[in-house]
């Protein structure tokens, strides 16, 4: 009997694919760093019966159009903006993401980006291998504490939770704003359920965890940063979306707010001439939220799990 046939949109280990080998025939796209071209996907996913791919795929009707076996598309992401849930759920394609394996690993590069923004981390490490350190000064390189500040987090999912968690070990104030309130965050974790206007008003530092969606997009435009306080720093490791560039950047060139720390941008590759990337007061990371080397492989595990599940009729274990 012909095998199923699961198309790869980027390279991954082939080990992975190991206990799978018996059961499906896969094909992959064979550059781990670059995206597949559009027309080489459409044409992989014509006979395709799964398909893995990432934030960089574009799923939509053109797509599904030319997929007639496809019944499972796992995207390695836990976001998932990038697929068109509507045209999926016509289709009766069943679409995956990855949550939980990820949440502790993107929870630390958020705190990670908080405390490199506040403390200069980066400015600092330029600093003195670009061999400008001749003394030692009082204010050099000074920036703002982070411990017993506000931590205001907008999105209190899995890795706002986690984010909170690591924010009680420095003695922080935790606001959260969220469509619903999050009992074991306020009972275990002391957080504070408040207004949006209120988080931003009062936060020392704001961070982004909400997924990009209709209510989402551009939530930090010029009116929220003219609520934030001239000494908050900015932290987004969700979507660029969610984010009004042109009013981040105003607002960081007038010290309305006093820096930011990004590690996702509206166009992915960010230009490297874009105006943020001038800016001293903003540390830019090239959305590495979920990368380490461990939770990467769990999350390829888990769409090739989910990927078996649906094709093998025993049910895929992350549905969106
Ligand atoms: C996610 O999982 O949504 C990240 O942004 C990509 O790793």
Request: proline residues 4%.
């Amino acid at each position: 009997m012909k095998k199923p046939i699961i198309y790869i949109s980027r390279q991954i280990p082939a080990e992975l694919l190991h206990p799978y080998k018996d059961r499906y025939q896969f094909r992959m796209w064979d550059k781990e760093a670059v995206p597949v071209p559009r027309d080489v996907l459409l044409k992989e996913v014509q006979d395709a019966d799964g398909l893995i791919c990432l934030l960089s795929e574009k799923v939509d009707e053109s797509l599904l159009k030319v997929a007639p076996n496809l019944r499972v598309i796992a995207n390695l992401a836990v976001g998932y903006d990038n697929i068109n849930l509507e045209a999926t759920k016509k289709e009766g394609v069943v679409v995956t993401n990855t949550p939980d394996v990820l949440t502790e690993t993107t929870a630390d590069l958020g705190f990670a980006l908080l405390m490199a923004s506040a403390r200069r981390i980066i400015e600092a490490n330029h600093y003195i291998k670009t061999n400008q350190w001749e003394n030692w000064a009082p204010f050099l390189l000074a920036g703002s504490d982070i411990h017993h500040k506000t931590i205001g987090i907008v999105g209190m999912g899995r890795i706002g939770e986690a984010i909170a968690r690591r924010a009680t070990g420095f003695g922080m104030k935790i606001l959260y704003h969220n469509r619903s309130r999050k009992v074991n965050a306020e009972e275990v974790l002391g957080a504070k359920y408040v207004s949006i206007d209120e988080l931003l008003r009062q936060s020392d530092f704001v961070v982004s965890v909400v997924p990009l969606n209709e209510e989402t997009e551009q939530l930090f435009n010029e009116e929220a940063f003219q609520k934030m306080k001239n000494s908050s720093i900015f932290i987004n490791i969700s979507r660029g979306g969610v984010v009004d560039e042109s009013a981040l950047i105003k607002a960081l060139k007038a010290n309305q707010i006093s820096g930011a720390g990004l590690d996702v941008f509206a166009e992915e590759p960010i230009d490297r001439e874009h105006p943020l990337m001038k800016l001293s007061n903003v540390v830019c990371l090239p959305h590495i939220g979920s990368a380490s080397m461990e939770t990467r492989r769990k999350m390829i595990e888990l769409c090739l799990e989910n990927a078996d599940g649906v094709l093998q009729g025993t049910g895929p274990i992350t549905p969106i």
